[in-house]
């Protein structure tokens, strides 16, 4: 059971914007920043997010990050098809003292 | 271009042991902190381990704490993970990650270690 909570899954049309959320806590998504990983099965995972909203070089401004409190968020604006994947979140937890994902988000393009 | 590869996967009964390995290349090894991250069948990310870039620092997930030990040879560009006492629900994808908080984040393609009788 992951000390983060994501939605199982989220979809949208082609176009359209997705919002995932991640709710931690106060030892973790409270006190830390938070990144967002993309992954493809049978592929290597990469990052999207990174520091709360900061892209990484490559990654398309459709993606955008944004933290609250003990929440955060990614947004996909202008949903693309190729943007079929599972997306985590991950924070340090100082209580636990290592990196935490949250359970993964399944996106589906309809 | 940066490159992680893993090597030393495979089969293990339960109890066993296996070390699997890391090799970067086309940046400073030396330069980074490195993490393991693993992926069960079915089941979602999890991080591991992490060691800092003298490997003086090192930090586990409590299910492997005092089985698995990390470290690191910065002249040889790699990383180790000596895997202990292994148990089923240590079967999974291992994944070598470079800085994975920050931005130059980079990911292996990964190594598969099964435990089973």
């Given at each position: 059971?992951?000390?983060?909570?994501?939605?199982?899954?989220?979809?949208?049309?082609?176009?359209?914007?997705?919002?995932?959320?991640?709710?931690?806590?106060?030892?973790?998504?409270?006190?830390?920043?938070?990144?967002?990983?993309?992954?493809?099965?049978?592929?290597?995972?990469?990052?999207?997010?990174?520091?709360?909203?900061?892209?990484?070089?490559?990654?398309?401004?459709?993606?955008?990050?944004?933290?609250?409190?003990?929440?955060?968020?990614?947004?996909?604006?202008?949903?693309?098809?190729?943007?079929?994947?599972?997306?985590?979140?991950?924070?340090?937890?100082?209580?636990?003292?290592?990196?935490?994902?949250?359970?993964?988000?399944?996106?589906?393009?309809? | 271009?940066?490159?992680?590869?893993?090597?030393?996967?495979?089969?293990?009964?339960?109890?066993?042991?296996?070390?699997?390995?890391?090799?970067?290349?086309?940046?400073?090894?030396?330069?980074?902190?490195?993490?393991?991250?693993?992926?069960?069948?079915?089941?979602?990310?999890?991080?591991v381990a992490?060691?800092?870039?003298?490997?003086?620092?090192?930090?586990?997930?409590?299910?492997?704490?005092?089985?698995?030990?990390?470290?690191?040879?910065?002249?040889?560009?790699?990383?180790?993970?000596?895997?202990?006492?292994?148990?089923?629900?240590?079967?999974?994808?291992?994944?070598?990650?470079?800085?994975?908080?920050?931005?130059?984040?980079?990911?292996?393609?990964?190594?598969?270690v099964t435990?089973?009788?």
């Amino acid at each position: 059971q992951s000390v983060l909570t994501q939605p199982p899954s989220a979809s949208g049309t082609p176009g359209q914007r997705v919002t995932i959320s991640c709710s931690g806590s106060s030892s973790n998504i409270g006190k830390k920043t938070v990144n967002w990983y993309h992954h493809l099965p049978g592929t290597a995972p990469k990052l999207l997010i990174h520091t709360s909203n900061q892209r990484p070089s490559g990654v398309p401004d459709r993606f955008s990050g944004s933290q609250s409190g003990t929440s955060a968020s990614l947004a996909i604006s202008g949903l693309q098809s190729e943007d079929e994947a599972d997306y985590y979140c991950a924070v340090w937890d100082v209580s636990l003292n290592g990196f935490v994902f949250g359970p993964g988000t399944k996106v589906t393009v309809l | 271009e940066v490159q992680l590869v893993e090597s030393g996967g495979g089969l293990v009964q339960p109890g066993g042991s296996l070390r699997v390995s890391c090799t970067g290349s086309g940046f400073t090894f030396s330069d980074y902190w490195m993490n393991w991250v693993r992926q069960a069948p079915g089941k979602g990310l999890e991080w591991v381990a992490n060691i800092n870039e003298d490997g003086n620092e090192q930090a586990f997930v409590g299910s492997v704490r005092g089985r698995f030990t990390m470290s690191r040879d910065n002249a040889r560009n790699s990383l180790y993970l000596q895997m202990n006492n292994l148990r089923a629900e240590d079967t999974a994808m291992y994944y070598c990650v470079r800085d994975l908080s920050g931005g130059s984040c980079s990911w292996g393609q990964g190594i598969l270690v099964t435990v089973s009788s």
